[in-house]
Structures are given as structure tokens and as C-alpha cells.
T-cell receptor, first 113, second 110 residues
Framework: DGGITQSPKYLFRKEGQNVTLSCEQNLNHDAMYWYRQDPGQGLRLIYYSQIVNDFQKGDIAEGYSVSREKKESFPLTVTSAQKNPTAFYLC????????????FGAGSRLTVL | DAKTTQPTSMDCAEGRAANLPCNHSTISGNEYVYWYRQIHSQGPQYIIHGLKNNETNEMASLIITEDRKSSTLILPHATLRDTAVYYCIDLANTGNQFYFGTGTSLTVIP
């Protein structure tokens, strides 16, 4: 079945360590997105990528980095510069052929100890 | 920042219609209205979208006012599994930044 796979689902890290969250899609979608969600809050856009080898900052990009070397993959690195990294991270993709409907992964929950 | 406003929470009796409002005060002519929902600790799920006309699919109906400044998502016969946070967003068909507000937390009561 086509979809978006995020891994790991749960991740624990010590403060000061960089962490990379994986996002893979087999939907042949063009654009991919990373959102952060804090308890009781909506989704905030971190980074997005419209095409391979190109990406743009969202509202809260500080302390995060991304790459888009392949169409299927859009990993997110949470760096030690991110002051409060504990959150639920959601990856999404979109095909502009399908009326801009976002498809989301199941999410990755990062806890920094 | 999110461009839409929604009530923070709503309750609905099981089996009744749930009507969830959304204000799109800054919507422009080429922007579509989209609705998603998020069940606790899962990724949001697409429900429905529309531009001007009312829309219906197997999940819900979408009513958009003539001036397009507000929309209503209707779940015709709410079930306990419809308990979730519902988000409305508006986006141009050439747009690339999707802004989600805090949504409406719908609780379906037995």
C-alpha cells in the first residue's frame, strides 16, 4: 500500500545530542513537509520541500535541518541548537495533481531527557 | 500563522449531526477550504475540500457561505469514533504552505 512511513515512532535522547527523524513516501508525491506539534497545540510548519535538492524554512526552522536528495525521502535533523525539542513530529506529502490534499505519516514522538 | 478561526471545543450526542464552524476572514478568490481531523497521537486525516459549492463525500458535507468567509463541516450521524480535533485551512491551488491552527476538539457523547 502507498503511504508515508515515519521512523522511529518513539525516540528518547539526551540533551545536546542531534537526532534524525526519517520520512519516506512511496506515493510519488512532489512536495514534502515537516510539522511540529506540542501538547494541546496545532501543527507548526518547520520545513518544506517542493522538489528534490530544494527546501524552504517554515515558521519554526531554527534548530532544525533537512535534506531532499531523493524524491521519496525527507529526513529531519533536530540539532542541539533546538532549545525545546521534545514534541510530536509529523511528516506529510502532497501531489499537486490531487487538489493539494496532504497525506500525513503516523508521526514520531521525540523525548529529550 | 493560521488564517482561520474555530471554536476551541464542542460536544455532540452520538447519532446526531455535528456541525463544526470555521471563519475564513482573509480568504481570497482562488483559495480552497480544506478540512482535516486528528485522532489523538495520530497523523491528521483529510476529510473534504471545496471552493465555492457545497460538497459531500462518504465522510462529511461541507457548506461554504456565499461570501466564502465561513464554512461548516457536517458529520451527519456522529459516532464515538468521530471524537477528534478538526482543523480547517484555506489554501490557494498554487499554494505551498499549509497553516493549521489549534482546531476544534469534538467530543461525541454516548
Amino acid at each position: 500500500d502507498g503511504g508515508i512511513t515515519q521512523s522511529p515512532k518513539y525516540l528518547f535522547r539526551k540533551e545536546g545530542q542531534n537526532v534524525t527523524l526519517s520520512c519516506e513516501q512511496n506515493l510519488n508525491h512532489d512536495a514534502m513537509y515537516w510539522y511540529r506539534q506540542d501538547p494541546g497545540q496545532g501543527l507548526r510548519l518547520i520545513y518544506y520541500s517542493q522538489i528534490v535538492n530544494d527546501f524552504q524554512k517554515g515558521d519554526i526552522a531554527e534548530g532544525y535541518s533537512v535534506s531532499r536528495e531523493k524524491k521519496e525521502s525527507f529526513p529531519l535533523t533536530v540539532t542541539s541548537a533546538q532549545k525545546n525539542p521534545t514534541a510530536f513530529y509529523l511528516c506529510a506529502s502532497i501531489s499537486h495533481d490531487r487538489a493539494n490534499v496532504l497525506t500525513f505519516g503516523a508521526g514520531s514522538r521525540l523525548t529529550v531527557l | 500563522d493560521a488564517k482561520t478561526t474555530q471554536p476551541t471545543s464542542m460536544d455532540c450526542a452520538e447519532g446526531r449531526a455535528a456541525n463544526l464552524p470555521c471563519n475564513h476572514s482573509t480568504i481570497s478568490g482562488n483559495e480552497y477550504v480544506y478540512w482535516y481531523r486528528q485522532i489523538h497521537s495520530q497523523g491528521p486525516q483529510y476529510i473534504i475540500h471545496g471552493l465555492k459549492n457545497n460538497e459531500t463525500n462518504e465522510m462529511a458535507s461541507l457548506i461554504i457561505t456565499e461570501d466564502r468567509k465561513s464554512s461548516t463541516l457536517i458529520l451527519p450521524h456522529a459516532t464515538l469514533r468521530d471524537t477528534a480535533v478538526y482543523y480547517c485551512i484555506d489554501l490557494a491551488n498554487t499554494g505551498n504552505q499549509f497553516y493549521f491552527g489549534t482546531g476544534t476538539s469534538l467530543t461525541v457523547i454516548p
